[in-house]
């Protein structure tokens, strides 16, 4: 079992920032892959950023060049910098942990980006 717990979420204004961190603890196995996923009301769960533990990244394309995922191997804690933040932003954050048997999520984190 894998336990993920999320923070840093909260209420900005447009163009503000905001840094989101996220956990893992129990049975990680060395070879994953972190990362954040959205939900807007009424709209389906997307893929914000992810990172492999090799440091590989993958973006949303409504977020690169504003949001930087990076990781702590050594605490199995990612991080999820955001920058110039737009009102379309606002979402539940998921935190994600992902390897070759395993899919788990974290508890969630409100964003609300206020225009």
């Known amino acids: 079992q894998v336990q993920l717990v999320g923070s840093g979420g909260g209420l900005v204004m447009a163009g503000g920032s905001l840094r989101l961190s996220c956990a893992a603890s129990?049975?990680?196995?060395?070879?994953?892959?972190m990362g954040w996923y959205r939900q807007a009301p009424g709209k389906q769960r997307e893929l914000v950023a992810i990172?492999?533990?090799?440091?590989?990244?993958n973006y949303a394309d409504s977020v690169k060049g504003r949001f930087t995922i990076s990781r702590d191997n050594a605490k199995n804690t990612v991080y999820l910098q955001m920058n110039s933040l737009k009102p379309e932003d606002t979402a539940v954050y998921y935190c994600?942990?992902?390897?070759?048997?395993?899919?788990?999520w974290g508890q969630g984190t409100q964003v609300t980006v206020s225009s």
């Open positions: 994600n942990y992902r390897d070759t048997y395993r899919d788990g």
């Open positions: 990172i492999t533990s090799g440091g590989s990244t």
């Open positions: 129990g049975n990680i196995f060395r070879n994953n892959a």
